[in-house]
T-cell receptor, first 119, second 114 residues
Framework: DQQVKQNSPSLSVQEGRISILNCDYT??????FLWYKKYPAEGPTFLIS?????DKNEDGRFTVFLNKSAKHLSLHIVPSQPGDSAVYFC??????????????????FGQGTILTVHP | KAGVTQTPRYLIKTRGQQVTLSCSPI?????VSWYQQTPGQGLQFLFE???????NKGNFPGRFSGRQFSNSRSEMNVSTLELGDSALYLC?????????????FGPGTRLTVL
């Protein structure tokens, strides 16, 4: 059962235009969401995050929107640049209680979207 | 500030062997999480450690284990390796993991099982 889904395996965008990457989740316990960018043979690089108390968070060219009722989030990149070409993962987490304490240490990832920005 | 480091970067092992991977978190970070990335299953959570205690565990067999030391460095061990264990193993650190903290990833260890 895939709790975080990125339904578009790939996206192709012209340089300077907007890139919109989408992500859906099913677990209503998720309350913290993150976007990562990944190049082959490297670890994911953190881009931006949003908690469930917000519906929008901006950081430079990156904006994340969260629609809790639809269980949907999106990442907007404006303007897109060729260097943005990579695989983008959305991830979600929920608090987890254990004998070791409360944790947000488990991220559940989507399958990724390959973004290609053409010059 | 130095990032998350993982050693070794590449490993080749044969079936039945065991392997130990190491992760040094960002200075000041006390939570370390481990993930496995494969083409078929994507990025999957293995376990998380905080203050030398495992706080959370994913759905992996008992052959996968880990530990954390007092300096927050972490190791994961895979015993009786199987072909399907070939993957990129990633560790990530965060400040505490008890609230909304982003996780920062290391470059990964590429494990190939022959």
């Amino acid at each position: 059962d895939q709790q975080v889904k990125q339904n578009s395996p790939s996206l192709s965008v012209q340089e300077g235009r907007i890139s919109i990457l989408n992500c859906d989740y099913t677990n209503s316990m998720f309350d913290y969401f993150l976007w990562y960018k990944k190049y082959p043979a490297e670890g994911p690089t953190f881009l931006i995050s949003i908690s469930s108390i917000k519906d929008k968070n901006e950081d430079g060219r990156f904006t994340v929107f969260l629609n809790k009722s639809a269980k949907h989030l999106s990442l907007h990149i404006v303007p897109s640049q060729p260097g943005d070409s990579a695989v983008y993962f959305c991830a979600a987490s929920a608090s987890y209680g254990s004998a070791g304490g409360t944790s947000y240490g488990k991220l559940t990832f989507g399958q990724g979207t390959i973004l290609t920005v053409h010059p | 500030k130095a990032g998350v480091t993982q050693t070794p970067r590449y490993l080749i092992k044969t079936r039945g062997q065991q392997v130990t991977l190491s992760c040094s978190p960002i200075s000041g970070h006390r939570s370390v999480s481990w993930y496995q990335q494969t083409p078929g299953q994507g990025l999957q959570f293995l376990f998380e450690y905080f203050s030398e205690t495992q706080r959370n565990k994913g759905n992996f067999p008992g052959r996968f284990s880990g530990r954390q030391f007092s300096n927050s460095r972490s190791e994961m061990n895979v015993s009786t390796l199987e072909l399907g264990d070939s993957a990129l193993y990633l560790c990530a650190s965060s400040f505490s993991g008890v609230s909304y903290n982003e996780q920062f990833f290391g470059p990964g260890t590429r494990l190939t099982v022959l």
